[in-house]
């Protein structure tokens, strides 16, 4: 008998936990934004990134701290943001009517392994990497959802490893700011600490949020001056973040309790962007389900069944889902964020049912949606399309069982 390899019995010993366990199909996981720019738990990042070709802009708030910023997805495997940061303890120029200090940030995160059924996703990120270096950290972080739970545990450097790297004059006109790219290119070995968090997704547009926080904000530029001396004391005694976030369609918000004494907030603006995506020009490799995935799909009702065809479209690249099955159908609208061309998008998304759905579930109802309203309508028998696949049925065949139409009644 052959010894499967590591990977393989990682792989096998995970579905096995996926039966024995029954663990329900999640929606994808989300991203999230966090306080600040980037996505993530609360001050906490993750390894979650925005989708392809996705922008989102917002504000928050946590004492002495105000943050205006935004954050971009790339190619599915990057994130971009950058943010004002205004510091509320602080006068910019003491002899010049300036107002608060003002600090201008960017970051970078990389998936380096996107998720799969067993193995988390993992992402090394950079923050504040240029400059003054007032909030500069780095990271290596890993997240993995299960059911709807995401759970997230990281290592950070900087800011994130309660360091203060803001002393030495920093800030003073004239005075050289490249102290940020120092701490960036400097030994990985130095100074580190664990982080971590949980969210909970307890309703289609709700999740509760709580975070281990490492940051030691007695140290932080804001509490501090940029001599390193305290403005006021802060006592750490409980590094807990938590609070609940909302997700809609394009706006999110969240409201947060961070050490058991600061109120925050964020509220943001969340879209794909126009063009569809910057992915749209790449080949969609056949999706080849697992063992695990057909099992659940198999035993699902038809609520699971909705929540697990969505999940696994959303991980297709598609956006903004909304999936109901009945015993024998299933019923997909969508927002085309993954080709240029719609009929490869259908293609797409039958390809992916066909491949894990039961057998029970014989007809297709595909939609495109744009604006909030349904613009094409593909009515699609699942044996029809089948045949079609396995060149038993040609473009004119397959033309005569499926109904394309614009929106109509007669389909839903």
């Given at each position: 008998?052959?010894?499967c390899?590591?990977?393989?019995?990682?792989?096998?010993?995970g579905?096995?936990l996926v039966?024995?366990?029954g663990?329900?199909?999640?929606?994808a996981?989300a991203?999230?934004?966090?306080?600040?720019?980037?996505?993530g738990?609360?001050?906490?990042?993750?390894?979650?990134i925005?989708?392809d070709?996705?922008l989102?802009?917002?504000?928050?708030?946590?004492d002495p701290?105000?943050?205006?910023?935004?954050a971009?997805?790339?190619?599915d495997?990057?994130?971009?943001c950058?943010?004002?940061?205004e510091?509320?303890?602080?006068?910019?120029?003491?002899?010049?009517?300036?107002?608060?200090?003002?600090d201008?940030?960017?970051g970078?995160?990389?998936v380096l392994?996107?998720?799969d059924?067993?193995?988390?996703?993992?992402?090394?990120g950079?923050?504040d990497a240029?400059?003054t270096?007032?909030?500069?950290?780095?990271?290596?972080?890993?997240?993995?959802?299960l059911?709807?739970?995401?759970?997230?545990?990281?290592?950070?450097?900087?800011?994130?490893?309660?360091?203060?790297?803001?002393?030495?004059?920093s800030?003073d006109?004239?005075?050289s700011?490249?102290?940020?790219?120092?701490?960036?290119?400097?030994?990985?070995?130095?100074?580190?600490r664990?982080?971590?968090?949980?969210e909970?997704?307890f309703?289609?547009?709700?999740?509760?949020?709580?975070?281990?926080?490492?940051?030691?904000r007695?140290?932080?530029?804001?509490?501090?001056?940029?001599?390193?001396?305290?403005?006021?004391?802060?006592?750490?005694r409980?590094?807990v973040?938590?609070?609940?976030?909302?997700?809609?369609?394009?706006?999110q918000g969240?409201?947060?309790?961070l050490?058991?004494?600061?109120?925050?907030?964020?509220?943001?603006?969340?879209t794909?962007?126009e063009?569809?995506?910057?992915?749209?020009?790449?080949?969609t490799?056949?999706?080849?389900?697992?063992?695990?995935?057909r099992?659940?799909?198999a035993?699902?009702?038809?609520?699971?069944?909705a929540q697990?065809a969505a999940?696994?479209?959303?991980?297709q690249?598609?956006?903004?889902?909304?999936?109901?099955?009945a015993?024998?159908?299933?019923?997909v609208?969508?927002v085309?964020?993954?080709h240029l061309?719609?009929?490869?998008?259908?293609?797409?998304?039958?390809?992916t049912?066909?491949?894990?759905?039961?057998?029970?579930?014989?007809?297709?109802?595909?939609?495109?949606?744009?604006?909030?309203?349904?613009?094409?309508?593909?009515?699609?028998p699942?044996?029809?399309?089948?045949?079609?696949?396995?060149?038993?049925?040609?473009?004119?065949?397959?033309?005569?069982f499926a109904?394309l139409?614009?929106y109509?009644?007669?389909?839903?």
């Amino acid at each position: 008998m052959k010894c499967c390899g590591l990977p393989a019995a990682v792989r096998l010993a995970g579905s096995v936990l996926v039966l024995l366990f029954g663990m329900a199909a999640p929606l994808a996981a989300a991203a999230l934004p966090s306080l600040q720019s980037y996505t993530g738990l609360w001050n906490m990042p993750n390894a979650r990134i925005l989708p392809d070709w996705h922008l989102r802009l917002g504000y928050g708030h946590a004492d002495p701290y105000r943050y205006y910023g935004g954050a971009m997805g790339l190619f599915d495997r990057f994130e971009v943001c950058g943010q004002f940061t205004e510091i509320s303890t602080i006068t910019a120029f003491a002899d010049y009517d300036y107002g608060n200090y003002k600090d201008r940030a960017a970051g970078l995160r990389w998936v380096l392994y996107k998720e799969d059924e067993v193995l988390p996703q993992i992402a090394v990120g950079a923050f504040d990497a240029t400059g003054t270096s007032l909030f500069a950290q780095r990271y290596i972080v890993a997240s993995k959802q299960l059911g709807k739970w995401d759970l997230t545990l990281g290592l950070g450097q900087g800011v994130l490893a309660g360091e203060y790297l803001a002393t030495g004059g920093s800030l003073d006109v004239g005075v050289s700011q490249d102290k940020a790219l120092d701490f960036l290119l400097s030994s990985p070995f130095r100074r580190t600490r664990m982080f971590g968090g949980i969210e909970y997704q307890f309703a289609p547009t709700w999740t509760l949020s709580a975070e281990y926080s490492p940051i030691r904000r007695e140290k932080l530029f804001g509490y501090r001056d940029h001599h390193g001396l305290e403005i006021y004391d802060d006592d750490d005694r409980w590094p807990v973040n938590m609070g609940i976030k909302y997700h809609g369609e394009n706006l999110q918000g969240g409201l947060a309790l961070l050490r058991g004494d600061t109120l925050a907030g964020t509220l943001e603006f969340a879209t794909p962007l126009e063009l569809n995506s910057l992915l749209g020009w790449k080949r969609t490799e056949p999706f080849e389900p697992g063992a695990s995935l057909r099992y659940r799909a198999a035993r699902a009702d038809n609520d699971e069944l909705a929540q697990l065809a969505a999940a696994q479209l959303s991980r297709q690249g598609f956006a903004d889902l909304r999936v109901q099955c009945a015993d024998d159908a299933i019923w997909v609208e969508f927002v085309n964020s993954r080709h240029l061309e719609i009929p490869r998008a259908f293609g797409h998304l039958a390809d992916t049912l066909q491949a894990f759905l039961p057998e029970r579930v014989a007809t297709f109802y595909l939609n495109q949606r744009h604006n909030e309203q349904i613009v094409q309508s593909l009515c699609l028998p699942r044996a029809s399309f089948q045949a079609f696949m396995e060149q038993r049925l040609d473009d004119e065949g397959l033309n005569t069982f499926a109904d394309l139409t614009l929106y109509g009644a007669e389909h839903r």
